[in-house]
């Protein structure tokens, strides 16, 4: 059974760090990509960072580019998200998702984690 569970949520003031993690488990073979998406209320699901399962490539949305960072064990069973100078609009549920394929569009997103909340205050 493939797993996906976000750990790592909290709150945390303006320009401060955190680090999400992301067990993953239950894939026969590892997954084409991992990423990271989020979802505030009334919003849509934004994709926000993807990595390839032999970790050299990776993808940022450009509202994330430069203060967030993905990486992964090289297992592949861990996924994380180091998060800084974070700013009140990151407060969201973030989920850890698998695709064939690298993506950050949801639709094409074949599994994903439960989520994690993440507040951040001015």
């Known amino acids: 059974q493939v797993r996906l569970v976000e750990s790592g949520g909290d709150s945390r003031q303006a320009g401060e760090s955190l680090t999400l993690s992301c067990t993953v488990s239950?894939?026969?073979?590892?997954?084409?990509?991992l990423a990271w998406f989020r979802q505030a209320p009334a919003r849509k699901r934004e994709g926000l960072a993807l990595?390839?399962?032999?970790?050299?490539?990776?993808s940022y949305a450009d509202s994330v580019k430069g203060r967030f960072t993905i990486s992964k064990s090289s297992a592949g069973n861990k996924l994380y998200l180091l998060m800084n100078d974070l700013v009140p609009e990151d407060s969201a549920t973030y989920y850890c998702?698998?695709?064939?394929?690298?993506?950050?569009?949801?639709?094409?997103?074949?599994?994903w984690g439960q989520g994690t909340r993440v507040s951040v205050w001015p």
């Open positions: 990595i390839t399962r032999n970790g050299r490539y990776t």
């Open positions: 239950g894939f026969t073979f590892e997954p084409y990509s």
């Open positions: 998702a698998a695709a064939g394929e690298a993506t950050l569009d949801p639709s094409k997103i074949q599994f």
